[in-house]
């Protein structure tokens, strides 16, 4: 038996192994899904738009839509999922265009018409270069910015907002950190070993300094609520926390009415905040 035994144990331990060189070796895969092909816009909306092309700071071309809402001074830079492209969010441009918000999104370097391939800093880079093209193309406000990310763009957008000024940062179904996506899918896996990405959102929400709003659905089957219990739990005063209904991709949509008066609080809120904000610095 005792052969048998160590042969058994020699090939779990192969086993095992082999499947941790291949869950390292597919880490770009799981993590970014994009869709090159572009087939759909605002305009299919009835929507005006402007379709953008900006630089990233190591010179790539990253492509976006701007689109504007009537007499509007507040714009949210929209950080979106990790699968598909910008046009898989025409929902949500919708929602914010009816709330009265201007809205820029951009894809990633390798998603849609964007050059490059994608990598965490490549992320980065990205939105650091969208928010330039609105600071600086734009001649906007930094206090007229909204940063907002879903799922894997809610790291993207804490990242941004932890190094520049912002009027608000929103992250909606955002995770903690890579590691612990990671250990929440392959318990049994030393995920720390083989991780190949960080995206350490709880750590970078602790340097943001503008009003906060996390919004998450308990139901979601992909990300945990929980994780947006500690986001919440590590950011600076002001900040809200949203429940919502619904899977990890639709829970704005299913909660609907949650979500947009979230959001039209939000903004009442941001208005006599900057408002008690300026009293404060006059007196």
């Not at 201007?102 to 390798?110: A, L, T």
């Not at 193309?137 to 912002?166: H, T, W, Y």
């Not at 896996?189 to 959102?201: G, I, N």
């Amino acid at each position: 038996m005792g052969p048998m035994l160590i042969s058994i144990a020699a090939v779990l331990f192969i086993a095992y192994w082999g499947l941790g060189v291949i869950l390292y070796l597919m880490q770009p895969v799981f993590l970014y899904s994009p869709t090159r092909e572009v087939t759909y816009t605002p305009g299919e909306l009835g929507l005006d738009f402007d379709s953008v092309v900006f630089q990233t700071g190591d010179g790539l071309k990253l492509t976006g839509w701007y689109i504007p809402a009537e007499n509007s001074e507040l714009t949210v830079l929209f950080c979106h999922g990790n699968g598909g492209n910008m046009m898989h969010r025409l929902d949500s441009i919708n929602i914010f265009y009816n709330l009265g918000l201007n809205c820029f999104i951009f894809d990633y370097r390798g998603y849609g018409n964007s050059e490059g391939k994608p990598t965490e800093e490549g992320t980065y880079l990205d939105a650091a270069a969208a928010y330039k093209w609105l600071t600086e193309e734009k001649k906007m406000s930094p206090d007229n910015i909204i940063i907002f990310g879903r799922s894997l763009g809610g790291s993207i957008a804490a990242q941004l907002a932890s190094k520049v000024k912002a009027r608000a940062l929103i992250l909606e179904s955002s995770f903690t950190s890579y590691v612990d996506m990671g250990k929440k899918f392959y318990p049994y896996m030393p995920v720390r070993w083989f991780a190949s990405y960080s995206y350490r959102t709880i750590n970078y929400i602790k340097d943001v300094h503008c009003p906060v709003m996390v919004i998450h659905s308990r139901n979601d089957e992909i990300v945990p609520f929980e994780f947006s219990l500690e986001l919440h739990e590590a950011a600076n005063e002001p900040k809200e926390l949203i429940e919502l209904s619904g899977s990890h991709n639709d829970g704005f949509l299913v909660s609907s009415e949650i979500y947009k008066s979230s959001w039209i609080k939000l903004l009442k809120f941001l208005e006599e905040y900057k408002s008690e904000s300026a009293r404060q610095q006059a007196s």
